[in-house]
C-alpha cells in the first residue's frame, strides 16, 4: 500500500539529547514536510523540501535539522537546542500543488 | 497576519444535528488552493477536499458539503445529521501559487458530537 511511514509512534528523551523521528514515503511524491502540533493548537511548519537535496526552513526551525538524501526519505533531527521539543511530530508528503498526505505521528516527550 | 482563520475553537452538537465549521482565508494571490483535513484522537491528518480558486462551485460528498464564496474569502465546511465518528479536529488549509507547495494551516476547530 502506498503512504507515510513515521517512527517511532511514541519516543521519549533526555534533556540534552538529540533524537531523530523517521519519515518515508512511497508515493513517488517530490516535496514533503515536518509540522510541529502542540495541544489545541493548529500546526506550524518546520521544515520543507522540494526536492532531494534541498531544503527550506519553516516557520520554526531553530533547534531542529533535516536532510534530504533520498526521495523516500526525510529525517527531522530534534537537537539539544530546541528548548521544549515536547509536542507531536507530523510528517506529510505532496506532488505539485496537490494536497498533502500526512503520516501517523510521532509524540515526542522529554522527560 | 494569520492566512487561515478558524474562529470557532469548539463546537459541540447533538447527534443528527447539522453544524457548519468556518474558515476565512487571506491572500494576494489570484490562483491558489483550499483544503479541508479530519484530524480525529489518532492523529493522522485525513484530507477530506482540495478547492481551486478558479472553481467556485459548492461540493457535496455524502453528509459533507463545501461552500466556497471568493467575495468573502471563507470556506465554510458542512456536516449534515452529524454522527459520533464526525468527532475530531478539523483543519482549514490554504496553499499560494507563488509560495509553491507551503500550506498554512488553520488553528482548528475541535467538533464533539454528542449521542
Known amino acids: 500500500d502506498g503512504g507515510i511511514t513515521q517512527s517511532p509512534k511514541y519516543l521519549f528523551r533526555k534533556e540534552g539529547q538529540n533524537v531523530t523521528l523517521s519519515c518515508e514515503q512511497n508515493l513517488n511524491h517530490d516535496a514533503m514536510y515536518w509540522y510541529r502540533q502542540d495541544p489545541g493548537q493548529g500546526l506550524r511548519l518546520i521544515y520543507y523540501?522540494?526536492?532531494?537535496?534541498?531544503?527550506q526552513k519553516g516557520d520554526i526551525a531553530e533547534g531542529y535539522s533535516v536532510s534530504r538524501e533520498k526521495k523516500e526519505s526525510f529525517p527531522l533531527t530534534v537537537t539539544s537546542a530546541q528548548k521544549n521539543p515536547t509536542a507531536f511530530y507530523l510528517c506529510?508528503?505532496?506532488?505539485?500543488?496537490?494536497?498533502?498526505?500526512f503520516g501517523p505521528g510521532t509524540r515526542l516527550t522529554v522527560l | 497576519a494569520q492566512k487561515v482563520t478558524q474562529a470557532q475553537t469548539e463546537i459541540s452538537v447533538v447527534e443528527k444535528e447539522d453544524v457548519t465549521l468556518d474558515c476565512v482565508y487571506e491572500t494576494r494571490d489570484t490562483t491558489y488552493y483550499l483544503f479541508w483535513y479530519k484530524q480525529p484522537p489518532s492523529g493522522e491528518l485525513v484530507f477530506l477536499i482540495r478547492?481551486?480558486?478558479?472553481?467556485?462551485q459548492n461540493e457535496i460528498s455524502g453528509r459533507y458539503s463545501w461552500n466556497f464564496q471568493k467575495s468573502t474569502s471563507s470556506f465554510n465546511f458542512t456536516i449534515t445529521a452529524s454522527q459520533v465518528v464526525d468527532s475530531a479536529v478539523y483543519f482549514c488549509a490554504l496553499s499560494e501559487a507563488r509560495t509553491g507547495n507551503q500550506f498554512y494551516f488553520g488553528t482548528g476547530t475541535s467538533l464533539t458530537v454528542i449521542p
Open positions: 506529510a508528503s505532496s506532488s505539485g500543488v496537490n494536497e498533502q498526505f
Open positions: 523540501s522540494q526536492i532531494v537535496n534541498d531544503f
Open positions: 478547492r481551486n480558486s478558479f472553481d467556485e
